[in-house]
T-cell receptor, first 110, second 115 residues
């Protein structure tokens, strides 16, 4: 069973700072997801990647398959980025569910 | 608008009662999932279904039951056998059943409190 570890667990930063959240996993994967959960509980998918790097607006996600590691970066952070960021992986093929990290609670102060 | 709906958002039940959580999607997705979220823990898979009339247990299926009579619906019943049912329950779906590269779409969740 894949073990997914995220760091840090909690992060407080000032508006405008560059943010990095890390995710490592123990077993080879077919895909890695970065998700965002807002205080109300709803979850949205930010990225799904299996190699390389993806960028969407101020968000960048990278993955290193050999090192079993992924990072989520936020440039020019803003208070509206405050949320829980969750890393999740799918270990094999098919439609079995994801294995999730515990999440990183990010607070951006104005 | 296409999406996943879960109802109700908040649910209170007395200990010993069964309760059914609703999950409906109009995305025409093949696969559907139920996850449970507890404070300080990652989401954990309860059950999933790849096609109508078929479903598989996840990591924490004990005390739960599901059905998949229609493609768009995947209700979850929390039975009295579930020792710690108070949690946040999330339903999700993916477009294709047999694919490892599938974006997961999540519903808004139901917060169940057992008194």
């Amino acid at each position: 069973k894949n073990e997914v570890e995220q760091s840090p667990q909690n992060l407080t930063a000032q508006e405008g700072e560059f943010i990095t959240i890390n995710c490592s996993y123990s077993v080879g994967i077919s895909a890695l997801h970065w998700l965002q959960q807002h205080p109300g509980g709803g979850i949205v998918s930010l990225f799904m990647l299996s190699s390389g790097k993806k960028k969407h607006g101020r968000l960048i996600a990278t993955i290193n398959i050999q090192e079993k590691h992924s990072s989520l970066h936020i440039t020019a952070s803003h208070p509206r980025d405050s949320a829980v960021y969750i890393c999740a992986v799918r270990s094999g093929g098919g439609a079995d569910g994801l294995t999730f990290g515990k999440g990183t609670h990010l607070i951006i102060q104005p | 608008d296409g999406g996943i709906t879960q109802s109700p958002k908040y649910l209170f039940r007395k200990e010993g009662q069964n309760v059914t959580l609703s999950c409906e999607q109009n995305l025409n997705h093949d696969a559907m999932y139920w996850y449970r979220q507890d404070p300080g823990q990652g989401l954990r898979l309860i059950y999933y279904s790849q096609i109508v009339n078929d479903f598989q247990k996840g990591d924490i299926a004990e005390g739960y039951s599901v059905s998949r009579e229609k493609k768009e619906s995947f209700p979850l019943t929390v039975t009295s056998a579930q020792k710690n049912p108070t949690a946040f329950y999330l339903c999700a779906s993916t477009p294709r059943a047999v694919s490892s590269y599938n974006e997961q779409f999540f519903g808004p969740g139901t917060r169940l409190t057992v008194l």
